[in-house]
């Protein structure tokens, strides 16, 4: 008998938003495959000390075995897992915060799951996309979640306009992770592709310095540019006028 994926979703930084499916699940599984294992270790022993009737390892162990499973590595531990699997063990796939295989590691074990026949389960549960989504005010009927914009500055700008592109035939809320360090270049791009339009900047949901920024982008722009940015980012624009 084959054993099952369990796609868990985790804490975006609040440990209170973990379900009880999932804690119920980390703590029956035969391992965790996980991005970071000493993140991975670290929701364990807060979830034991906050649900200790929940949090209780299989087999009598203190913790569940753990498999770092990271993108660089992700190829060379996709065959270890589904032999894991095919064994008839469980597996818990965890990202270091909110739902995995959603722009992390993991789509391609899923993939591989499917293609053998190997029983796959999804624990719902934060995801920053839909969190921002949900509190930014702009239209929610349709979306469009691009994930990370490449790094480099020209295909980001030809992402930018691929994205413009698509409004022609479906017009939606465009929504886009992007790391802090990058965060002022990618709104000065996305004014000279969207023009000043309004915009929504989410950072460190659900976390004690959450921030949520309603305001046109060259503002954005002008916010973090004299306030070093922090955390990871959440950008929303429903590009409907331009300047």
Do not use: W
């Amino acid at each position: 008998m084959m054993g099952i994926l369990y796609i868990v979703a985790t804490p975006l930084g609040n440990l209170d938003d973990i379900t009880i499916r999932a804690i119920k699940t980390l703590f029956s599984v035969d391992g965790i495959a996980c991005e970071d294992t000493r993140k991975a270790g670290f929701l364990l022993r807060e979830l034991q000390k906050r649900y200790p009737e929940l949090a209780k390892p299989a087999n009598g162990e203190k913790f569940q075995r753990m498999l770092s499973y990271y993108e660089e590595n992700e190829n060379k531990r996709i065959p270890e897992v589904i032999t894991a699997l095919k064994n008839g063990l469980s597996i818990a796939l965890v990202s270091d915060a909110g739902t995995p295989t959603i722009s992390d590691p993991g789509f391609r074990l899923v993939r591989e799951c499917v293609k053998e026949g190997i029983p796959v389960e999804s624990i719902p549960g934060p995801s920053a996309g839909v969190l921002a989504l949900s509190l930014s005010g702009l239209p929610t009927d349709k979306f469009l979640f691009l994930g990370y914009p490449p790094r480099k500055a020209g295909n980001r700008m030809r992402f930018f306009e691929n994205a413009k592109k698509s409004q022609e035939s479906f017009v939606s809320t465009i929504i886009f992770y992007e790391a802090p360090h990058r965060i002022v270049a990618t709104l000065n791009e996305l004014a000279s592709v969207f023009g000043d339009i309004d915009i929504v900047v989410a950072r460190e949901l659900t976390k004690m310095h959450q921030e949520v920024r309603r305001e046109k982008i060259k503002d954005a722009i002008v916010h973090f540019s004299k306030h070093a940015p922090r955390g990871e980012f959440v950008l929303l624009l429903h590009p409907t006028s331009e300047e």
